[in-house]
């Protein structure tokens, strides 16, 4: 490129920023920033004071919407798959009872503190087995009541369950059989039957 | 204060003055500085009306934070380094974004971006001379406000006349010699698309 040139767009380039930003402010600039001074504050934050009350509006409205979302998320379905799936596991640790004694007190199906407790995340799916010994208690005592004495108590806390996923009350029927989920039908029969009878047994017998 | 009196202090004797509560020392200071604000908020947002609101802000908000100015620096570049954060945040504005655009668009039908300037009468000149020239211009322009941010801040401020490379680098956060660069670098690339325009065959 020609020397004469580069000087030419060299020349272009200076007048076009100058022209740019070469230039001078309205008169009193001095005068408005008194007048804004003097004004003190409150015309100076009239903004921040309307953005405040807006800011803390919109932060109240996102949490409360933020807690309906939450409120409204399927919650009560949840306790009861978590209670099939606390069963779910039940046969293969029948005979854990058995190998730590101590655990059967601990269990009391009655007490109010452990009363099954709202699932809501993954990790009570894994507590699933201790959320079985907490609906239905000590599988031993369990046993008992369906087999001799029929006991209110636990008929409401089985009944249910075993209308919806007949292998609760399998697990409750059988304790010692581990592979109890195969044998479904037959053992959930038995507690079905005996109950009513024992019921009508015991007013009029004593 | 009166006239000769503030001709007379420096500009951190006024500065006392003002943290002592005396506006009118600040007044001083606003009109030493004036015009180094604006061409620093003009040169950011590139409208001489947004450039104006920028320069007050930037004046109020150093008298609010004048408390804390201990003069480890010079007020001016404290200043500029306020207006310069005042005019950034303004260009990041999204409203500003849509006045650009509506503004270029004007720009395409002849207009200019920046509008509050001092035109450079062209005398002496015939009129295919002056409207080549005015093209040229023209395009210029476009081509100034096309160029990657950093290298058009530092090529415009260093064409405000006001600032010296120091001040520069204390507004963009860069070094005196990465200023230098930029501008350079700005010059280069804006002659590269001239001469690809077909200029260099003028």
Redesign the interface.
Known sequence: ??EE??G???R???????????????PG??H???G???AGPSA?MRNTRWQVPALAAAAVLVVVLGSLVLLRSPHTPEPENARVAAVEPSPAPSTEPSEAPGAVPASSPSTPSEAPAPVQTPRSMQAAPRAAEQIFGARSGLVRAADAEASPEIDSLAAPDAERFPGASFGLGSPIEPLAPITITPIRLTPIVVSPVIVNALPGGK | MTAPQAAEVTDLELVRLAQAGDSGAFGELVERNRRAVFRAALAAVGSGAEADDVAQEAFVTAWRKLSGFRGDSQFRTWLLSITWRKAIDRRKSIGRWLKLAASASRDEAGDDLFDVVDRVPATGMTPEASLESAELQRDVRKLVRSLPPKLRDALLLAGTGEHTYEEIGGMLGAPVGTVKWRVAEARRVLKRKLTAMGYFDA
């Open positions: 490129m020609p040139h580069r030419r767009l060299d272009a380039i200076d007048r076009a920023v100058h022209e740019m930003v070469r230039a001078d402010p309205r600039l001095r408005r920033v008194e804004r001074i003097h100076s």
